[in-house]
């Protein structure tokens, strides 16, 4: 059997509103900092994934990194899938070491979206996801988009506005105990109910933060883990599954590739949904993330809200969920905001996660979703 | 004020456009499978033969979901806030996404019936937007 990846770097910038950041910047910080977390040097490095990006767009952007970074690795190539692109980075670098391509994979990636773009210049940017003949002509943004998906999934599994405030609120929740997150002052259901609409029925504290920010991990062949610094953290199983691209075009407005991406993940880890002690799941709406808790099976149809209700994604409850505060709380820059999930599953699992630490978290599950629950990428991490 | 971005057709999508114009609704059925798809392609999505057909489609169909916009994409969108966004399941088969006009627009529910009309042809390409109005229940 081949010897599974080891995640052997995990790191982020300062994120939120990071003055004097730049995108290439931002993704050399994070990359320095990955490389000093798994004690390892820059010419260590022979294979880089990169994303995408909205401030310095190229067409290659992993060539553009390397270039500024200072390093010529035998391979590099940049993936675009959306918000699934830090979960894809993943599991291809873990691919690529299995496969015995490379020995150490950088995987990168940052953006200044809140200080190098207008707000408006962000919520345009984000729209051109929508088909440009069938979709965009009649005004859709993200949010209108996903506020589709809310109202038919609400009209379906009876989900309500406080179901989907109560994900929001969890997040919040989180954040407050992480120092570095870009809102941390606690909110309630009621606050996000009495928060403005942006497209029905999603109001401003349903939807993610806009943020600078970068991230990276470090993924190793097995036997070269060993020369580095921190505990070790395997990938012990990752899945995919795209199902469409547009919504016009999704096969169904109530049931998204999630289901099919972890359980993939969950088969090839030998786990269950029951198994995983903390979760870190893609939450760019509170819909996003309601819509993965029960299709991926941690709930049950029409459960996952009121268990939030409850305290289930808290920590000490059923399933400790985005410890870090998510893309609703922690930060939202592009294709760094899929990673800073992946990168607080590594923090939890090394017990790293200070005042957020979920108690012997050993099986982490880490989700990423793309364009409009369209691509979905899934992960099963282990502690060594 | 900037203008609405307009589609711009192609050869795949060319006489949906067209049909638009002339106030009719088209839709591709496939030759071989009969399966009737949207948005246009050069084969069938179902079957992957090549060269699926044109034909007039009922225009009626039922709000599967719906959204009121009040954060709008871009300054073009601005002066409409809010309005609705729908997906509309046709009788034929196939989802198209449209706003909503009139009572349709008041307080829409899914499962509601709706017929699909057309704005008036605009732009370089004689673009009708398709909308949706409601239909008296029968």
């Known amino acids: ?384 | 004020m900037t203008d609405k971005l307009l589609p711009i057709p192609n050869a795949d999508t060319r006489a949906f456009w067209e049909g638009c114009a002339q106030g009719e609704l088209r839709l591709q059925r496939c030759r071989a499978c009969r399966n009737a798809q949207f948005p246009p392609r050069a084969l069938c999505a179902a079957c992957h033969a090549p060269s699926p057909v044109w034909e007039k489609a009922s225009g009626r169909g039922r709000i599967v979901s719906h959204t009121r916009v009040h954060r709008p994409p871009s300054p073009a969108f601005k002066a409409d806030v809010p309005y609705v966004v729908a997906l509309v399941t046709l009788e034929e088969g196939p989802r198209i996404m449209v706003n909503l006009r009139g009572a349709a627009a008041d307080a829409p529910r899914i499962g509601d019936a709706v017929r699909i009309g057309f704005d008036p042809p605009a732009g370089p390409d004689n673009i009708a937007l398709p909308h949706a109005v409601a239909v008296a229940a029968p």
């Open chain 1, 1 to 384: 059997m081949t010897r599974r990846a080891i995640i052997t770097g995990a790191a982020d910038t300062a994120v939120g509103e990071v003055p004097g950041s730049t995108c290439m910047g931002l993704h050399a910080e994070a990359a320095s900092l990955a490389l000093a977390d798994a004690g390892l040097k820059p010419s260590d490095i022979d294979g880089v994934l990169c994303a995408y990006s909205f401030t310095e767009p190229h067409l290659m952007l992993a060539s553009v990194f390397c270039e500024y970074f200072g390093i010529q690795p035998a391979y590099s190539a940049a993936i675009h899938a959306g918000g699934a692109t830090g979960c894809v980075m993943a599991m291809q670098a873990a691919a690529l070491v299995e496969a015995g391509v490379c020995r150490h994979v950088l995987v990168v990636a940052g953006d200044n979206r809140l200080s190098g773009l207008s707000r408006d210049k962000a919520v345009a940017a984000l729209a051109e996801v929508g088909h440009p003949q069938f979709e965009r002509p009649f005004g859709v943004t993200i949010p209108a988009l996903y506020g589709l998906v809310a109202q038919a999934y609400m009209h379906e599994y009876g989900a309500t506005p406080e179901h989907l405030a109560a994900m929001a609120v969890n997040s919040r929740t989180h954040a407050a105990r992480n120092p570095k997150a870009q809102m941390r002052k606690p909110i309630t259901v009621a606050d996000v109910l009495a928060s403005r609409f942006i497209s029905e029925p999603l109001r401003l504290l349903d939807c993610c933060l806009i943020s600078d920010g970068g991230a990276a991990i470090v993924v190793s062949a097995a036997d070269a883990a060993r020369d580095t610094a921190k505990r070790p953290v395997a990938l012990l199983g990752a899945g995919q599954k795209n199902t469409h691209e547009h919504l016009v075009a999704a096969p169904s407005l109530t049931e998204f590739g999630c289901r099919d991406s972890a359980a993939q993940a969950f088969g090839r880890a030998g786990v269950t949904a029951a198994d995983i002690d903390v979760a870190e799941i893609y939450d760019s709406f509170t819909i996003t993330l309601l819509v993965e808790l029960e299709s991926i099976g941690f709930f049950q149809k029409g459960e996952a809200g009121p268990a939030a209700l409850a305290g289930a994604l808290d920590l000490g409850g059923r399933l400790p969920c985005n410890t870090h505060g998510g893309l609703m709380s922690y930060a939202h820059s592009g294709a760094a905001g899929g990673l800073f999930h992946v990168v607080e599953a590594v923090r939890q699992l090394r017990g790293e996660a200070e005042a957020r630490q979920v108690r012997d978290a050993e099986l982490a599950f880490v989700h990423g979703d793309g364009g409009i629950l369209s691509a979905h990428c899934s992960l099963v991490l282990g502690r060594q």
